[in-house]
């Protein structure tokens, strides 16, 4: 998956502009992006209900989010006269920091 590409789109954005466009990217990284995303509005909603702070969905955006390389699993196709081909099948990290304007930084 080429998820570097989908978290270029929303990166600055509101959160919930964000959220629209995964929703409608033809990207197969755009699914995993948006739930990455959801999980850190839901994140933000949490810690605000905890502080008891008041707290408005609409104000998050997207301070800063990026792609980082995961774990390579590696696995072996079997070919033919006894060979075998390597398979790398490659994972990453993606990390989202939501904001307010007068709040900053909600990891």
């Known amino acids: 998956m080429k998820a570097r590409r ?3 789109l929303i990166r ?6 964000a959220l629209a466009i995964l929703k409608f990217a033809p990207q197969a990284a755009s699914e995993p992006v948006f739930k990455v ?3 850190a509005v839901a994140n933000a909603r949490v ?5 008891s702070v ?3 969905e609409n104000d998050l955006y ?3 989010i990026f792609v980082d390389e995961g774990p390579t699993m590696k696995r072996f196709q079997p070919r033919a006269q006894g060979r075998a081909f390597q398979i790398k099948k490659r994972t990453s990290h993606v990390t989202v920091v939501v ?3 007068e709040k900053e930084e909600v990891r």
């Open 6 to 8: 989908v978290v270029n």
């Open 12 to 17: 600055g954005k509101q959160a919930n502009e």
């Open 37 to 39: 995303v959801q999980s």
């Open 47 to 51: 810690l605000a209900d905890r502080d």
């Open 54 to 56: 008041a707290f408005n």
């Open 62 to 64: 997207i301070s800063e």
């Open 99 to 101: 904001a307010t304007p």
